[in-house]
T-cell receptor, first 113, second 112 residues
Framework: DAGVIQSPRHEVTEMGQEVTLRCKPISGHDYLFWYRQTMMRGLELLIYFNNNVPIDDSGMPEDRFSAKMPNASFSTLKIQPSEPRDSAVYFC???????????FGPGTRLTVL | GDSVTQMEGPVTLSEEAFLTINCTYT??????LFWYVQYPGEGLQLLLK?????DKGSNKGFEATYRKETTSFHLEKGSVQVSDSAVYFCALNLDSSYKLIFGSGTRLLVRP
């Protein structure tokens, strides 16, 4: 299996622009997680899906952030409009069950100028 | 609330030295405990885990024992290599929850 795939690996954009991050989970994994990693706050869970349905988005920082999972093999995290404080590494992870090992993708490093 | 505390880094060691990275936790239930490793430019990888008290997780020469009495899960390795240089995260997950709670991470630098 190729593991969790994320794209792009790096994204540089200007403040106010829309940013879309993409994730393909491991086939057969019913749970998908989006995390954000910053120096100040460490790793934070943003949102979690079960069978393509968002279960808990309490970690999403603001209405500017939205996430979708239109099918079992694809999820997006969108920021609109982006701000410099959104600069971080965003990770996607998937697992078989909610308490099973989570497998992480390589991350997307986002820089908002 | 539930939390994980790790020793602050960076930890700098010479090759073949003994490694200990301390991790303690606070949890209301009976958590599973994990160590994840993040190599430069990569995502997190599960290194080892333990699901109940007194369990020992081990992988690639690393070990950690789930100590309920001291609420600890310290990571150890008898002889580190340069290739072990990475950031190590301790984490917990309660049986009733999907949420992985991470420590702040400890950077390890191993010099030749």
């Amino acid at each position: 299996d190729a593991g969790v795939i994320q794209s792009p690996r790096h994204e540089v954009t200007e403040m106010g622009q829309e940013v879309t991050l993409r994730c393909k989970p491991i086939s057969g994994h019913d749970y998908l997680f989006w995390y954000r990693q910053t120096m100040m706050r460490g790793l934070e869970l943003l949102i979690y899906f079960n069978n393509n349905v968002p279960i808990d988005d309490s970690g999403m920082p603001e209405d500017r952030f939205s996430a979708k999972m239109p099918n079992a093999s694809f999820s997006t995290l969108k920021i609109q409009p982006s701000e410099p404080r959104d600069s971080a590494v965003y990770f996607c992870a998937s697992s078989l069950t909610p308490t099973d090992t989570q497998y992480f993708g390589p991350g997307t490093r986002l820089t908002v100028l | 609330g539930d939390s994980v505390t790790q020793m602050e880094g960076p930890v700098t060691l010479s090759e073949e030295a003994f490694l200990t990275i301390n991790c303690t936790y606070t949890a209301t239930g009976y958590p599973s405990l994990f160590w994840y490793v993040q190599y430069p430019g990569e995502g997190l990888q599960l290194l080892l885990k333990a699901t109940k008290a007194d369990d020992k997780g081990s992988n690639k020469g690393f070990e950690a024992t789930y100590r309920k009495e001291t609420t600890s899960f310290h990571l150890e390795k008898g002889s580190v290599q340069v290739s072990d240089s990475a950031v190590y995260f301790c984490a917990l997950n309660l049986d009733s929850s999907y949420k992985l709670i991470f420590g702040s991470g400890t950077r390890l630098l191993v010099r030749p």
